[in-house]
Structures are given as C-alpha cells and as structure tokens.
C-alpha cells in the first residue's frame, strides 16, 4: 500500500502538468490565434494592450519559452483576465468557490445518504416491487438533464406550491452572513443567526436535491451489488442463526462492509457532481464557479473557461487522490500496486 | 464461500427493461427518420400566437415565437440521435484502436497512449467539452468534436484491459507458435474477443451523450437557434419560466432517450456478462 500511496502522489504533479499543458493547448487552440484568448476582440485594435498582452504571456517569443511562461504564470496563481468581469479569472473563481463548495458538499450528502438507503431497500426487497421502485427513481436520476428537472421542480416547488423559495441562495431581504468560509448555511450559524441560516437552508433544498438525485443512482446501484454479495456470505447465516434482529444483520454486519466499496464511487461521483453543478447553478442562478462557466463560455469568454476548467480539474484530481487513499486505509485486505 | 449456482436455462435476453428501452430507442429513431413526413408543423414555422399553453390544437403549446413545441420537440430528434451515433462511432473506433495498441504493443506506445488517457480523463467532462466547444466556436460540429475527445479514453481504458487480458490466453500461444504475424495475432486472435464490454459500455454512453450534446447546447455551445435542438429549447424555456411548456417536451424527450439507452445498456450487460450482473 505505500508502494501504491508514493506512486499516486508522485503522478499527482505529473498530471497537473498534463492538465497545464492541455490548457495551454486550448488556448492556441482558439481561433487559431493564442492573442484570442487573452485580449477581448474589441481590444485588439489597441496596440498598448496588445502589447502588453504579448510581454506578459510572452507570445513574442518561441512557443517553448511561451509555454515556460505559461506555466510560470499558473504557478504564480495567474490565470489572465477575464473579458467580461474586467477582473483577474482567479479573484472572481476564489470569490464564487465557496457557493459551488456549499452547493456541492449538500448534493453529496444527499446523494450519499439516499443513495445508501435506496441501495440497501433495494437489497433487502430484492426482485420485489420496492427494489424495482428504487432502481427505477435511482435511474431516472442519472438519467434526467438536471437542467430540465431544476426547472421543472422549481416551477413546481416554488411556483405552484409555493412551499420552497426561488433561485438564488437567499431571499432578496437576506443580507448576507458575516463571511468565514463563504458557505451561507455554516456562516449564519457561526454568527448565531438562526433566520438567516434557515433562509439559507430552504434556498439549498431544491439544487442540493437535483444535483443528489444524479449520483443517487451510482451510489445505490453499488450499494445494492455489494450488500447483495454481503449478504450471502456465511458470517451473515451466522449471525441470523445467532437470532441477530434483521435491522442488525442489515445495518451493523453487512451495511459496514458493503459500504467499503461506496467509499471509491462517492469520490468518483464527485466528477458528476462537478458536471451537474455546472448546469445546475445556471438554472438555480447560483453564483458559484459553474454558472461563472457557462456565462463565461456563453460571451466567449476564453481566459475564464480556461481558468475554470483548469481548477476543476485540479479539484477532480484531488478528489480522486483523497479518495483512493482513503480507500487504501479503509480496507487494509486490499494490497494496491 | 457460496458455490455457483447449477446453470439452469440462460436468462434469456428479453425482459422487460431491455424490451422497454428497445421500444423507447425504436420509437425515437424512427421519429428521426420519418418526421418530416407525419409531423403536425415544419420546426421553423410561425402557427400561432405566441406562448399559447398546450391545447387540443398544439399538444405542447406554442414557443416565444409561435412555433409549435410539439413538433420542434419530434425534429429534435434528427439532431440528437445522429450526433450520438456520429460521436460513440467515432469515440469507440479512436479510443479502441489506440487502446488495443497499447495493450498489444506495450512499452513506450502503452506509455503515450495511456499517460494521454490519463491527463483527459483529469478533466470533469463538461467542463472539457465547454473548453474545447468554445475555442473552437459555438456550433453542432464542434460541439461533436469536443465530445469524441472527452469520450475516447474511456474506451482506450477500456479495449487495452481487455487486450492484456486476452492476450495471455493459451490460444494466442498457439497462434504464436503456428507463426502468425503481429497484425494477424491482433486482427484475428485476439480484437474479436475484446468487443464485449465495449460495446455494453457504447450502448450505455448512446444516452450519456445525447445528455452532453443537449447539455452544451442549453448552455449556447451547441446547436444555434433556430434549430430544433433539445438542450437550446429548454435553453429558450428557461428564459419564459412561467411557460413551463416550452421545456416539458425537449426534457421529456431527453430523458426517455437517455433512459431507453440505460435500460438496453443494463439489459446487454446481464445478457453478455452475466459476471457483472
């Protein structure tokens, strides 16, 4: 195992550097012209700005030394830029990381959480109706554009029933919680502000659900595999034998194990969660890094998408590491590598 | 350890899921194919009042610009299904064909190929796709190009397992020793035992990227207005929010595509590899 932990950490730069270089790829891509996607079309006529466009990315020089540049400015944490904010990418990504991080920890919890139970209903009723009802929800999940139910269910909620607030994460009166970490509901309860934390909490319920509803069948789906294979294993007739309560054999001797192999696809479906937010947070006007992205890509705005898809990538990577290895330390049966 | 169970009669391919995914698949290609011929109104024309809620003469109401949401949502499907097909082609023969060099070749060629893979599956997908769409420029093409590169590394992961695995069998031993050549080895004794699971994943990612095509063009990358393309037209509904109509249809239609594709995906892999059933 620290055979296998040594090699990831020592791949993990190597990868970013792979991300960098398809970044810096991306950007000659674009429009076949490297300038494109630094200067706004308007500004290209300006001679100054073009020319300090070039000395700064260094495109006056040979396409080695630009990529040297290049990296040299991402490692000083300069992403350009942006177009359309007139702001540097990384200032507005660090602003809005907090709301995406929010939005995405509570679509996780709730993933994980339903998904865990529809997976262990689904085991337990196998091939009944219950098991087909929660296969069937768990797929429609995964199945449906979470740009189409977030509509939808926010018509629905918020519009016709009028139960659950509209876009946004607080109500128009709402001022905002004192910042600490920039996440609403944890700020207002540090500051001991109970209404706004509530406020804040209705506003999360309907993205945090739809974007859960997409990983929800992922994580179910393996979680009704492994407790499907737990359960046939001796040790748990041995335990029913030993007149063991079902909820016990269910929860405390198979669920545990089952779990162990979860723990690899809450960190993989933390890939989808990135992919959903995008989307989600552009129905749910959430002001987060996603709906920064699409409004970006919708102005062609090309040193914001860049920068964005160069921290996502980044937060995947880590998302992935944190998660093999803690898969490593979880089941010490598993010798990787 | 539980022994395996006596093999009684196989499953069987049809059940239920696959037969309704078929239908679903079915019945949306043949929209595809035959809806100009059938369809109530052209995509494109002006029908009525605008933002009329669905009636008895517009099943799904009309758009902001009077066209009828009904049929736009019918032609959505001859954009959605061709530029799945184009893109899970073109992905599976591009990342099969350098996977099964990987894994057939080994050394330095397994290398590059595989440290490639690697860096664009770094990438949250969408995000990838949103990258490369919009520096090569808004547009149905490119959003397609843009989704053969997020995809084909799947497939490479994929086809070179499959070709390691299979290479050590004692059959390609033998056809080694009866002296055949390295393309023969690879064309004839080992690639046609290596298509399973690839093509179980192929069906299950049909509906995946039918979800990424809409999805990049409800986010403007995609398909322009005024095609009749699901992703813009929820793109269009979410602009006239009260008129929930305008996006019901497109979202319906995706969402049945989608599910239909997952159901023939489950129902392929219970039927091809019962191992992972």
């Known amino acids: 195992m620290f055979r296998h932990v040594v090699r990831r950490l020592i791949a993990m730069p190597l990868l970013l550097l792979g991300v960098a270089s398809v970044a810096f790829l991306l950007s000659h891509l674009t429009r076949g012209d490297p300038l494109a996607s630094i200067v706004p079309e308007r500004q290209m006529s300006n001679p100054a700005v073009v020319e300090a466009a070039k000395r700064r990315w260094g495109l006056d020089r040979s396409l080695p030394e ?159 595999a492994s407790m499907l294979d737990v359960l046939s294993q001796e040790y748990i007739l041995t335990a029913r034998a030993k007149g063991a309560g079902e909820r016990r054999v269910l929860l405390n001797h198979a669920l545990r194990n089952a779990l162990i192999p979860t723990l690899t696809i809450v960190g993989f479906s933390f890939a989808y969660l990135i992919t959903g937010a995008v989307l989600t947070e552009t129905v749910f006007t ?51 590598g | 350890m539980q022994l395996a169970p006596p093999a009684t009669a196989a499953p069987g391919w049809l059940t239920l899921p ?79 064909l350098l996977g099964a060099g990987a894994g057939f070749f080994g050394g330095l060629v397994d290398d590059a190929i595989m440290r490639l893979v690697d860096v664009t599956l770094a ?58 050549g390295r393309f023969r080895l690879l064309g004839v004794h080992i690639l046609p035992l290596c298509w399973t699971p690839v ?13 990424l095509a809409a999805s990049l063009s409800f986010i403007g990358l995609g398909a322009l207005p005024p095609t009749p393309e699901w992703g813009s037209m929820i793109s269009d509904g979410a602009v006239h929010f009260y008129q929930w109509w305008i996006a019901f249809g497109p979202g319906l239609a995706i969402l049945t595509v989608v599910l239909g594709f997952n159901f023939l995906g489950d129902g392929l892999r219970d039927y091809l590899d019962p191992r992972t059933a």
């Open chain 2, 18 to 96: 696959v037969m309704v995914g078929g239908i679903v698949v079915a019945f949306w290609v043949v929209v595809a194919l035959s809806v100009e011929l059938w369809s109530p109104h052209a995509p494109l024309e002006m029908v009525a009042r605008r933002l009329q809620p669905p009636s008895a003469d517009h099943l799904l109401g009309t758009d902001a610009l009077g066209r009828d949401v009904l049929s736009r949502t019918l032609h959505g499907a001859r954009h959605s299904i061709p530029i799945a097909v184009v893109v899970v082609i073109a992905a599976v023969t591009l990342g099969a």
């Open chain 1, 66 to 224: 630009q990529y040297v540049v290049y990296l040299r400015n991402l490692l000083a944490g300069d992403l350009g830029t942006s177009f359309r904010t007139k702001r540097a990418v990384a200032t507005d990504i660090g602003e809005r990381l907090p709301a995406t991080l929010e939005l995405v920890l509570a679509a996780m919890l709730v993933g994980t959480f339903s998904g865990i139970l529809l997976g262990v209903v689904a085991a337990h009723f196998r091939n009944r109706s219950l098991d087909h009802g929660a296969r069937l929800f768990a797929l429609i999940g995964s199945s449906i554009p979470v740009f189409w139910s977030g509509l939808i269910l926010l018509f629905v909620f918020s519009v016709v029933l009028g139960w659950l607030p509209g876009p946004g994460r607080l109500d128009a009166r709402t001022a905002a919680p004192p910042f600490v970490t920039g996440m609403y509901t944890i700020d207002s309860l540090l500051a001991g502000d109970l209404r706004t934390f509530v406020d804040a909490l209705y506003h999360l319920v309907l993205p945090a659900f739809v974007l859960g509803w997409a990983v929800m069948g992922i994580i179910s789906r393996l979680v009704r």
């Open chain 2, 199 to 211: 093509l179980i994943n192929a069906t299950m990612d049909f509906g995946q990227v039918v979800l």
């Open chain 2, 123 to 180: 990438f949250p997908p969408v995000l990838l796709a949103m990258a490369v769409a919009a520096s090569l420029g808004p547009g149905l093409e490119n959003a397609a190009i843009a989704m053969i590169i997020v995809w084909w590394p799947v497939y490479a992961r994929l086809m070179r397992a499959q070709v390691l695995e299979v290479k050590e069998r004692e059959h390609v031993e033998a056809a080694i020793a009866g002296g055949a």
């Open chain 1, 286 to 336: 959430w002001p987060g890094i996603g709906s920064y992205a699409v409004d970006s890509a919708r102005s062609l705005d090309y040193p914001a998408i860049i920068g964005v898809t160069i921290v996502g990538a980044a937060a995947f990577l880590i998302a992935n590491l944190v998660t093999d290895l803690a898969y490593a330390f979880a089941n010490p049966r598993i010798r990787l």
